[in-house]
């Protein structure tokens, strides 16, 4: 940045820099605090010091900043971006959109409408946010598997067979895959899904109940070129081209005996018989993705610490649950210590089909936010789900139902970190839920 003149500014600003880098987001804001209070005047400053302050997972300050950005500073968009962002952290999703749609009209950029998107689901405001989320193609950094195609050809009577490829992570794809359901039901349109490894046997299996059952093939490093008559696109996209149809007209789940039924089906996955005890599965740690600052600021919001950990795991135990350990990846080795309190635990490594065999002897799933989740409510399957205070908007706001999926519950941090008072409402709320589904 210009205009500093000292070389003391000038190495504390490259030290700021490091620390961002590093992802040590204290050091940096406290190194952007100290530059403005040894007189370093400029409005850049602020706004990194929001930025660090954001990716601590500390959206008031981060609020508080880059308001005092943006009120100094009107013309620059990415204030106003960063403003967007810290109020969808304090679910203030209205005033979030409001700033995005401030720096929208400064600069039309991929990124402030994809962030402006994600809000409008949390509004309920499908439409405009599924057709606004199709900027992200348009992010130079936004890699997509196949190029986009023509307008698509949908419904009866069209020639053209629909290759939909996976996009963002694996709970995306699980959420968005209730939009197959009506294309593959009564043969109105030919679908195939191209898929990471991990998730083929279980769209293979879980999608095979369907009257036009879709083919399944694996993503590859180089895409092979499509046959005649195929035409791509996102997974994620099929709601935009649906017209963003309610989400209950796209699958409409149904209840009986106190369980719903799932887009993902299967008569080798069956539901288990309550026994004396409850079988409870926990999952504590959500995708470790750290070399993203995003991914990585997600992983540490969304995962449990060793203490709420254990809190959750001997309070289950007091009340004679069965617990089974459904953590996959490095994180299953933090519950070590309470080992002994495991009844079985999931093999390493497992796929999403031996997942969800796993999830479906289960009376209840106890999971972080992370594709878990989806994968029980893609069965219908009772699962609880440990939100933070700052969830992402598709899970809306003070609610503990999820419009999605009929068979969650979620439960919510009342302020950022504070796991304690939800594992303290879970083990309240357990016996008697146990009382109710057990008769």
């Given at each position: 940045m210009p205009g500093y003149g000292t070389e003391e500014a000038g190495r504390l600003l490259r030290a700021a820099s490091v620390a961002a880098q590093g992802q040590d987001w204290d050091l940096a804001r406290d190194l952007y605090a100290y530059l403005r209070q040894i007189g370093i005047d400029d409005y850049r400053l602020i706004a990194n010091q929001a930025e660090a302050c954001w990716f601590a997972?500390?959206?008031?300050q981060a609020h508080r900043l880059y308001s005092e950005a943006a009120g100094l500073a009107p013309a620059d968009p990415l204030p106003w971006r960063g403003l967007g962002n810290a109020l969808r952290d304090l679910n203030r999703f209205a005033e979030a959109r409001d700033a995005y749609q401030r720096s929208l009209d400064l600069a039309q950029d991929p990124l402030t409408a994809w962030n402006a998107s994600q809000v409008l689901i949390g509004l309920e405001a499908y439409p405009q946010a599924f057709r606004l989320a199709e900027a992200r193609f348009d992010h130079p950094g936004f890699s997509a598997y196949r190029p986009l195609g023509p307008r698509l050809e949908l419904g009866v009577g069209s020639a053209r067979r629909l290759v939909l490829w996976s996009e963002q992570g694996f709970g995306d794809s699980l959420q968005y895959l209730r939009w197959c359901v009506p294309l593959a039901s009564e043969r109105k349109q030919r679908l195939v899904l191209e898929l990471e490894p991990a998730s083929l046997s279980l769209f293979r299996l879980g999608l095979s109940w369907l009257p036009s059952r879709p083919?399944?093939?694996?993503?590859?490093?180089r895409p092979t070129p499509l046959a005649r008559g195929e035409q791509p696109c996102s997974l994620m996209s099929l709601p935009h081209h649906f017209g963003a149809a309610p989400l209950g007209s796209v699958f409409e789940p149904t209840e009986r005996a106190g369980h719903w039924s799932g887009y993902l089906r299967h008569p080798s996955w069956p539901l288990a018989v309550p026994a004396r005890k409850p079988r409870v599965g926990l999952v504590w740690a959500a995708g470790r993705k750290l070399d993203d600052?995003?991914?990585?600021?997600e992983y540490r919001k969304r995962s449990l610490p060793p203490d709420a950990l254990g809190q959750l795991i001997l309070g289950l135990r007091s009340q004679a649950a069965e617990l089974v350990a459904l953590q996959i990846g490095p994180d299953h080795a933090l519950a070590q210590p309470w080992r002994e309190c495991f009844e079985a635990s999931i093999p390493q490594p497992a796929d999403f089909a031996e997942n969800a065999r796993w999830i479906r002897q289960l009376d209840l799933l106890i999971s972080v936010d992370t594709a878990s989740v989806h994968l029980a409510g893609a069965l219908g399957h009772p699962c609880w789900t440990l939100l933070p205070y700052s969830a992402d908007p598709r899970w809306l706001r003070d609610r503990s139902d999820s419009p999605w999926y009929p068979s969650l519950r979620l439960f919510r941090q009342p302020e950022?970190?504070?796991?304690?008072?939800?594992?303290?409402?879970?083990?309240?709320?357990?016996?008697?839920?146990?009382?109710?589904?057990?008769?």
């Open positions: 997972d500390q959206p008031k083919r399944v093939r694996c993503k590859r490093p600052p995003f991914t990585a600021r950022s970190g504070q796991w304690q008072p939800v594992i303290e409402q879970i083990l309240e709320f357990f016996t008697p839920w146990w009382h109710s589904v057990s008769g």
